[in-house]
């Protein structure tokens, strides 16, 4: 059974803060994202990986880095925490000849 | 630009009734056209795919080249049914681009 997992559920910060947020996937796939969800906007990308230490900007990479250090984990770093990045992050992954995103259950962060 | 519309927020049918959420794509080449649904404390997870052309969970969704659009359909409605659905367009990469989703409400 494939599986995403997150290393929180919830997660409540300060602003200001340096907040990491994991993503684990064991299926070997080569590719991971990372997108923010939020009501009336969808699902907007952020940073996607397609190889180890390999990266690149979504749609709103504004205000967050990413690490890939090893093909199953892929980092979200917020470098000084904001409220407007307080949201729902979901984690996804796939093979590059798949079309299927597996995605993980969500961390819901709230930036105070 | 690429772009998925879903012009609905909220969808509230009662059960048995048709439904139909809509979904309308903007790309300048060959469109793939996906339906992801999130049920209630539960992952976002694949629904269907244009291309298989199958039915699941008796949801279907035709490809509409001339009107650009991919909506979902179901003839009975069921309250299991009640979630949020994304539709999602693939880009010559494999990045996905997401609609912004339109949560359907089953009353029984």
């Known amino acids: 059974d494939v599986k995403v997992t997150q290393s929180s559920r919830y997660l409540v910060k300060r602003t200001g803060e340096k907040v990491f947020l994991e993503c684990v996937q064991d299926m070997d796939h080569e590719n991971m994202f990372w997108y923010r969800q939020d009501p009336g906007l969808g699902l907007r990308l952020i940073y996607f990986s397609y190889d180890v230490k390999m990266k690149e900007k979504g749609d709103i990479p504004e205000g967050y880095s990413v690490s890939r250090e090893k093909k199953e984990r892929f980092s979200l770093i917020l470098e000084s925490a904001s409220t407007n990045q307080t949201s729902m992050y979901l984690c996804?992954?796939?093979?590059?000849?798949?079309?299927?995103?597996?995605f993980g259950p969500g961390t819901r962060l709230t930036v105070t | 630009a690429q772009r998925v519309t879903q012009p609905e927020k909220l969808l509230s049918v009662f059960k048995g009734a048709p439904v139909e959420l809509k979904c309308n794509y903007s790309?300048?080449?060959?469109?793939?056209l996906f339906w992801y649904v999130q049920y209630s404390r539960q992952r976002l997870q694949l629904l269907l795919r244009?291309?298989s052309r199958e039915s699941i969970k008796g949801f279907t969704a035709d490809l509409n080249k001339g009107e650009t659009s991919f909506h979902l359909k179901k003839p009975f409605a069921q309250e299991e049914d009640s979630a949020m659905y994304y539709c999602?367009?693939?880009?010559?990469?494999?990045?996905?681009?997401f609609g912004s989703g339109t949560r359907l409400l089953v009353r029984p």
């Open positions: 996804a992954s796939s093979q590059p000849s798949n079309y299927e995103q597996y």
């Open positions: 244009h291309i």
């Open positions: 790309y300048s080449g060959s469109p793939e």
């Open positions: 999602a367009l693939r880009d010559s990469s494999y990045k996905l681009i």
